[in-house]
């Protein structure tokens, strides 16, 4: 099972410039994620959707766009990259309600220069 | 805000030792609240799911417990191998938010032969 996919898994940017950070579920779930780790700050939430066509705003949304146009993706995108966005990028994904258990991807490791 | 506290933030033990990594949260209304493994530059494992209804659940060496009403879960690691090693991560799910997870930042977990 490829359970949550993250692509790509390694990337560079210039300040700037715009990219868009992949996640594919294939266990049909509803609700999907998108964290960032940073050190000493643990994982905060980016944004998130409760279904296909609909994203909300987590804890540090600003920087960064979603969609989610169909119910096995979920995409991230920088439009404009910052320094400040250098970090590791997670998607997680699960079923709502009971028992609600959350699964994660692998993570992207974003650095910008 | 929900706040998620990690003790000790790193902790070594020989080889054989059991062990136990503590969890705290501020608001006691949750939903549920999982345990994950992190290796160095990887994903999140889940180790075990604990729902609020529940006070513990066991996997293998692992036993992880729960005390709502106190704000307090324990991960309990039973004759620690080398293999052990890693990031542990607690987060929990609020009742009211229903959607996102909050997590600690993590206890970091060396066993040494």
């Known amino acids: 099972n490829a359970g949550v996919t993250q692509t790509p898994k390694f990337r560079v940017l210039k300040t700037g410039q715009s990219m868009t950070l992949l996640c594919a579920q294939d266990?049909?779930?509803?609700?999907m994620y998108w964290y960032r780790q940073d050190p000493g700050m643990g994982l905060r939430l980016i944004h998130y959707s409760v279904g296909e066509g609909t994203t909300a705003k987590g804890e540090v949304p600003d920087g960064y766009n979603v969609s989610r146009l169909k119910k096995q993706n979920f995409l991230l995108g920088l439009e404009s990259a910052a320094p400040s966005q250098t970090s590791v990028y997670f998607c997680?994904?699960?079923?709502?309600?009971?028992?609600?258990?959350?699964?994660f991807g692998q993570g992207t490791r974003l650095t910008v220069v | 805000k929900q706040e998620v506290t990690q003790i000790p933030a790193a902790l070594s033990v020989p080889e054989g030792e059991n062990l136990v990594l503590n969890c705290s949260f501020t608001?006691?209304?949750?939903?549920?609240l999982q345990w994950f493994r992190q290796d160095p530059g990887k994903g999140l494992t889940s180790l075990l799911l604990i729902q609020s209804s529940q006070r513990e659940q066991t996997s293998g060496r692992l036993n992880a417990s729960l005390d709502k009403s106190s704000g307090r879960s324990t991960l309990y690691i039973a004759a620690s191998q080398p293999g052990d090693s890693a990031t542990y991560l607690c987060?929990?799910?609020?009742?009211?938010?229903?959607?996102?997870?909050?997590f600690g930042k993590g206890t970091s977990l060396l066993v040494t032969p």
């Open positions: 608001d006691s209304a949750i939903y549920n």
């Open positions: 987060a929990v799910r609020h009742s009211n938010s229903g959607y996102a997870l909050n």
């Open positions: 997680a994904s699960r079923w709502p309600g009971h028992p609600g258990e959350a699964f």
């Open positions: 266990m049909n779930h509803e609700y």
